[in-house]
């Protein structure tokens, strides 16, 4: 039997289509529920999945992955609240069309160009994931994938974190992690502390879930206010017209281009390839003035950019064993315990494998879009549930997670200490990515490099340490070092601002005239979007007649 029909074959399965169902509904909730990422919630489930075969266990972990992309529009629309990283940009034209009473057309938008775009993504995936492996399978040896690894961490440090400095000390703080453990080259065991415990290193699946998870939920309880916001209920029509399917059309093949480029970037997410899609297709629009303030295009757009980059990340993850992003990290996580490893070998070791993984996000796009096309008032009353009911039950889950992947109470010790220093890095605006990325990548990095050291002495340097290697190192320090020139040949005020990273001061400037424009209506549903400046009123009250009336 061919790879193919070994793929096809193991999806059909009714235990796959069961847990891809519960994948669905988890993916949809956690991207309603504004403040759950998908990466918590991937790191949450990879700890209830490890008993599972691993088909079985990523049914679930990508169904998830692709489900939450569709659900956490529902809040950015309804509430002007991204349900996640990736649908920040969905926020600047999907809230303001609600408030016109569009929301539902908004709704039905973004779940049609989501589906556009991920397909699109899984395109490029069947086509140029096994090229890019089968060359990285020739061609990269210990010097290259050392050199790929640096690359890979370097890129993410450039774009997580406005400050280079905070994104350098993120990824060494990761490598050092990486260190914990026995030294694969010597078999000796370093900062292990005489602990049984560390001997095979830091649990990931704790430090991700403390990263990602406990730090988010500590950070809300230390936050939390309460709001009265309520989301808005008036959807209005739900299927745009033959009109805005044209004027939509340009404004998804730019962000779609945009999304499947974007993707292909070790790190680089969906927040800004979705940001990045927004601009651009203001800039190609025949009514650019219009974004910002309702447009159809700027829905379109961001949230066909953002759901693109899943093929992409998904291409670096499974071809060069790179995450594209933290979810992917997470994914790469769970594969090694269940004895896959993620890289060039993958597709000759493993073919059938990658043929169920695209098969799985086929399924789980198109089921994510029939759930997202239905009426759903119920997504919009999941929003009014009190937060600290979610809390106590993220809490729990995290700790059972945690405790399941080895049945050890230093486990669950591990996540809640990564758990205190997750805040403490979102506190100090310190990217969580690097840490993740080294912690993962720095063994393998460690280990391809003392391979090259052990060569070298007894061949030319060039020999061993190809060109491709040069090239992939020269871009990894380029990567670090041009984005902090441009910034200190900038204005001391400007240096740290996020317009300077994505978007240009045009784009912040409209975006900023739009806000303050819809701030001022009084006559709005309700709003999150406030006039700091605008004078506090209070409502008459009522008299005790006109209640009697």
């Known amino acids: 039997m061919t790879p193919l029909l070994e793929g096809l074959n193991s999806l059909l399965d009714i235990s796959i289509l069961l847990y891809m169902l519960v994948g669905l509904l988890l993916g949809f909730m956690v991207g309603a529920f504004p403040g759950i990422t998908a990466t918590m919630a991937v790191a949450l489930a990879a700890g209830f999945t490890m008993t599972l075969e691993p088909v079985q266990g990523l049914a679930v972990l990508l169904t998830i992955y692709v489900a939450a992309n569709f659900g956490d529009r529902v809040p950015s629309i309804l509430i002007n609240t991204p349900g996640t990283p990736a649908s920040i940009a969905t926020t600047l034209d999907g809230y303001p069309m609600a408030k016109q009473g569009r929301a539902g057309l908004a709704l039905t938008m973004s779940a049609l160009v989501s589906a556009v775009g991920i397909l699109a993504s899984l395109v490029l995936f069947a086509l140029a994931a096994v090229p890019i492996a089968s060359f990285a399978r020739d061609y990269f040896k210990s010097p290259e994938l050392f050199a790929l690894v640096v690359f890979g961490i370097a890129i993410m440090i450039g774009i997580s974190s406005k400050s280079m400095l905070k994104g350098i000390l993120a990824g060494l703080f990761g490598l050092m992690l990486g260190t914990v453990g026995t030294y694969a080259a010597t078999a000796d065991k370093r900062f292990t502390f005489g602990s049984l415990d560390l001997v095979e290193g830091v649990n990931f699946i704790a430090v991700i879930i403390g990263l990602f998870g406990i730090a988010e939920l500590f950070d809300q309880l230390l936050t939390h206010r309460k709001s009265h916001v309520r989301p808005i209920s008036s959807l209005g029509r739900w299927w745009p017209n033959k009109a805005e399917f044209a004027q939509s059309g340009r404004a998804t093949a730019v962000g779609g281009a945009v999304g499947l480029g974007v993707g292909l970037i070790p790190a680089a997410g969906g927040d800004i390839a979705g940001l990045i899609g927004w601009e651009r297709a203001r800039k190609a629009s025949k009514r650019p003035e219009m974004f910002g303030k309702g447009s159809i295009e700027g829905v379109a757009a961001s949230d066909t950019a953002s759901s693109a980059t899943l093929g992409g990340s998904l291409t670096t993850t499974m071809a060069l064993g790179i995450p594209g992003d933290s979810v992917m990290a997470v994914m790469i996580g769970s594969m090694i315990i269940w004895g896959i490893t993620p890289g060039p070998t993958l597709f000759t070791e493993r073919p059938d494998l990658v043929v169920s993984i695209v098969g799985i996000m086929l399924v789980a796009t198109l089921l994510s879009l029939v759930l997202s096309l239905v009426r759903m008032k119920g997504m919009v009353k999941l929003l009014d549930v009190p937060q600290p009911y979610l809390w106590s039950g993220i809490l729990i889950f995290c700790i059972i997670g945690t405790y399941a992947t080895s049945n050890s109470l230093s ?41 090259t050291l052990a060569i070298l002495p007894t061949r030319p340097f060039f020999e061993v340490v190809s060109p491709i290697a040069i090239v992939l190192l020269v871009l990894a320090v380029l990567s670090i070092v041009m984005p902090a020139i441009r910034a200190a040949r900038k204005p001391r005020a400007a240096r740290a601002s996020f317009a300077d990273s994505v978007l240009d001061t045009a784009s912040i400037t409209q975006l900023s005239k739009a806000h303050d424009e819809l701030a001022a209506d009084p006559d709005l549903l309700t709003s999150t979007v406030r006039n700091p400046q605008a004078p506090k009123t209070r409502r008459p009250r009522k008299s005790s007649k006109e209640n009697k009336k």
Do not use: C, D, S, Y
Not at 431 to 447: C, H, R, S, T, W
């Open 411 to 451: 486990t669950v010790i591990t996540m809640l200490v990564f758990g205190v220093v997750g805040v403490l890095l979102k506190r100090m605006q310190v990217p969580a990515g690097p840490v993740v990325l080294g912690l993962l990548l720095g063994p393998l990095a460690e280990e391809n490099l003392a391979r």
